[in-house]
């Protein structure tokens, strides 16, 4: 198990179509599998006391929607960067928000919501097995 990079963020929330799509490891064959692999290496890990992980599309059919430990997952009824900004709103107002994403639109929109960003790579190191 990774240490927690940074003790202050209250909640982490994951753009799990961008994490995914990340790496060429051949996601776009499985999108529910590769959905399955990035919820089971949250919920091996301790970056938050909260990690949301979003998901999208054909992915939400990999990882039932609800509560796993630290992890809670959401399925997307529609756009996964509008889930993610809501999520982030939402937690934004209780604590610090890290979300993890490359989108740069959803970039600005997530800084708007009052939370910080940081890239899928960042989240892959730390939750390498």
Not at 54 to 70: F, H, K, N, P, Q
Not at 84 to 103: H, I, N, Q
């Amino acid at each position: 198990m990774q240490e927690r990079p940074d003790p202050d963020v209250d909640v982490l929330v994951v753009d799990g179509a961008n994490v995914v799509g990340a790496r060429p490891d051949g996601w776009w064959r499985d999108r529910a599998g590769a959905a399955a692999r990035l919820h089971d290496r949250l919920v091996g890990s301790d970056l938050a006391p909260t990690v949301v992980l979003v998901l999208e599309g054909a992915a939400r059919s990999g990882v039932v929607a609800g509560r796993s430990g630290s992890v809670v997952v959401v399925h997307a009824p529609g756009s996964g960067d509008d889930t993610v900004v809501d999520e982030a709103s939402a937690a934004a107002e209780g604590g610090t928000v890290l979300v993890v994403t490359a989108d740069r639109g959803l970039t600005a929109r997530v800084h708007e919501a009052g939370a910080e960003v940081v890239g899928p790579g960042w989240l892959l190191d730390r939750t390498s097995r």
